[in-house]
């Protein structure tokens, strides 16, 4: 099958994974209401067109903290892409780089920070947890800068990690042919413990991740490199406001793909509250969440999202077919996005504005 829709590469991707792979790629916190609330909202979404409007040429190409890039269509950080892949974030590098697209690298990622520099012909930034071990933190960022990433992207909504029934439900632990190969084996050794009835990954978040972090902590982390600080996990107007105040250079609206607090409110329900707080071209705000076409990216960037983010397709993309696959995920949405802004009248991402959706009421 010629995959034509990014969830064509869903399908392609399912027969390549095990249940207990699938299951952690697919599933959500909870009973997975936002993660299905993060797909509801684009259904919302009417678009408004605009007629008679050169669209010739519609310029999809963006700018994000000093980096140009082809589109506006990034690469999400997740975890352990050898899980999906042999060549796991080499592939996922060599396929944004292909499509002139953003990478954000996990810190659980199965290659080192410097493999995927080497691989990547695009710009990269590091996604960090904030460990209770700062010096290993403070290495990675480090590490990051000499290896050529141009920003690190810190993780604020996951103190404790959500609670995947899928994942308990399959005692689900990272395989000893895949690690976390950036973090010393000891730091990891939980993570690769399977027990029945609970999630190896949430053993380990527990015993790694700091959960008294505080806003004040960011001082610290601020002074550890030149390189800008994205946070990653903002949901509210409250939060975008405290983020701008310590100097956030960017922020992600992302409630972790339905990942972590069950309940939580769709990304895109959120995303023009947080733009509204910022208020400033100085600190642009990234979005991701439920993000399965062109078109929902199109309803992103209309509600002042700079970028957005896509997590689950660019591994579906990666599973079914290694780089070439990322590539086609990344480009596909790109396309569509193109097509999306020519037949509503926006040739540049400039004229995509909320003049351009309307919201219908959530009809729960």
């Known amino acids: ?12 991707a399912r027969h390549q994974l095990s249940d207990t792979v699938w299951d952690f790629v ?4 909870g009973a997975e209401r936002t993660l299905r609330a993060n797909r509801r909202a684009f259904t919302r979404v009417t678009l ?9 040429d519609c310029d999809t190409r963006t700018e994000l903290l000093g980096a140009r890039i082809a589109t506006p269509v990034g690469v999400a950080p997740t975890a352990y892409h050898r899980l999906l ?6 592939a996922t590098a060599h396929g944004a780089g292909t499509a002139g697209a953003l990478y954000v690298v996990s810190l659980f990622a199965s290659r080192t920070v410097e493999e995927i520099a080497a691989a990547a012909t695009g710009p990269l930034w590091l996604q960090l947890y904030w460990l209770r071990r700062r ?5 990675l960022v480090d590490r990051a800068a000499e290896a050529g990433y141009r920003a690190v992207v810190l993780t604020v909504d996951a103190p404790q990690l959500g609670r995947r029934h899928r994942d308990a439900r399959n005692g689900f632990a990272v395989p000893s042919g895949v690690s976390a190969v950036n973090l010393d084996p000891a730091l990891m050794a939980s993570a690769h413990r399977s027990d029945a009835g609970r999630s190896a990954l949430a053993v380990h978040t527990a015993e790694a991740v700091d959960p008294s972090v505080t806003w004040a902590d960011l ?9 800008p600080l994205v946070l990653k996990g903002i949901l509210t107007a409250e939060d975008a406001a405290l983020a701008v105040g310590h100097g956030a250079d960017a922020i992600v609206v992302s409630n972790h793909g339905g990942r972590q607090l069950d309940g939580a ?10 733009v509204d707080a910022v208020g400033s071209a100085d600190c642009p705000v990234l979005f991701d969440g439920g993000v399965r076409s062109g078109t929902d990216v199109f309803a992103a960037l209309a509600l002042g999202a700079r970028a957005v ?11 079914a077919d290694g780089a070439a696959g990322v590539a086609g995920v990344l480009g596909l949405a790109t396309g569509e996005l193109a097509h999306t802004m020519a037949l509503t009248g926006r040739p540049s991402l400039a004229a995509v504005d909320r003049s351009a959706i309307a919201l219908a009421p959530d009809g729960r």
């Open 219 to 227: 001082a610290w982390l601020r002074g550890r490199s030149e390189l």
């Open 26 to 29: 697919e599933g959500g916190a």
């Open 309 to 319: 983010l896509l997590g689950r397709p660019v591994l579906w993309g990666l599973a």
């Open 1 to 12: 099958m010629i995959p034509l829709t990014l969830t064509d590469h869903r399908d392609l």
């Open 85 to 90: 892949h042999p060549d796991g974030e080499l």
């Open 265 to 274: 409110a769709a990304s895109l329900d959120a995303l023009a509250e947080v």
């Open 135 to 139: 010096e290993v933190l403070a290495g």
């Open 48 to 56: 408004r067109p605009r007629v008679l409007v050169d669209v010739s």
